[in-house]
């Protein structure tokens, strides 16, 4: 795997592509489903090279030992 550009550039990179989406409203939601979230942690280290925050599931619950992006319900408001 290629490493990763430098902290600026990929901030640039990750702003410029970000700004091609097309905003959508919200979907309505199927009977019995929530609206979620989730976010992108991109930080930098002391030497500037970016990382990002993953967390693995538990053992148990729903996708159980599962490595995923931060997340969760999204509340009201």
């Given at each position: 795997m290629a490493p990763?550009?430098?902290m600026d550039e990929l901030r640039s990179r990750v702003t410029a592509n970000l700004a091609g989406f097309r905003r959508q409203g919200a979907l309505p939601l199927a009977e019995g489903?929530?609206?979620?979230?989730?976010?992108?942690?991109v930080l930098e280290d002391d030497e500037r090279g970016p990382y990002t925050i993953v967390i693995k599931r538990g053992a148990h619950g729903r996708n159980p030992g599962q490595w995923a992006?931060?997340?969760?319900?999204?509340?009201?408001?």
């Amino acid at each position: 795997m290629a490493p990763l550009p430098p902290m600026d550039e990929l901030r640039s990179r990750v702003t410029a592509n970000l700004a091609g989406f097309r905003r959508q409203g919200a979907l309505p939601l199927a009977e019995g489903l929530r609206h979620a979230a989730v976010t992108v942690c991109v930080l930098e280290d002391d030497e500037r090279g970016p990382y990002t925050i993953v967390i693995k599931r538990g053992a148990h619950g729903r996708n159980p030992g599962q490595w995923a992006l931060p997340g969760g319900r999204l509340a009201d408001g």
